[in-house]
């Protein structure tokens, strides 16, 4: 696949890959990419979410519910020493 840029455009690719460290321009455009598929991913997951009856009410006691269970998972991957 071949993409035609304006000089402008080219220029903004190129210094990317210089200041991000990328081997290349098409490294570059892979990771845009990538984001992209994530992003759309994402914004399915939340009209999907949207779609759908809440399973509990969201509460005080459940975001302190949501938070000891990150806390424990937090202990957990320590003493694993994040190994899965």
């Known amino acids: 696949m071949n993409v035609s840029l304006p000089d402008a455009m080219k220029s903004f ?13 098409s490294e ?4 845009l990419i990538r984001k992209d598929q994530q992003r759309l991913q994402l914004r ?4 999907q979410g949207g779609r759908s009856a809440p399973a509990a009410e ?4 459940y ?3 949501l938070r000891e269970r990150v806390r424990a998972a937090g202990k957990k ?5 994040g190994k899965r």
């Not at 399915?44 to 009209?47: A, D, E, F, P």
């Open 28 to 31: 570059y455009v892979r990771e």
């Open 63 to 65: 975001f302190d519910g």
């Open 44 to 47: 399915g997951l939340l009209l």
């Open 58 to 61: 969201a509460d005080k006691a």
């Open 13 to 25: 690719v190129d210094e990317q890959v210089v200041e991000r460290g990328y081997g290349t321009s």
């Open 77 to 81: 991957a320590s003493r694993d020493g």
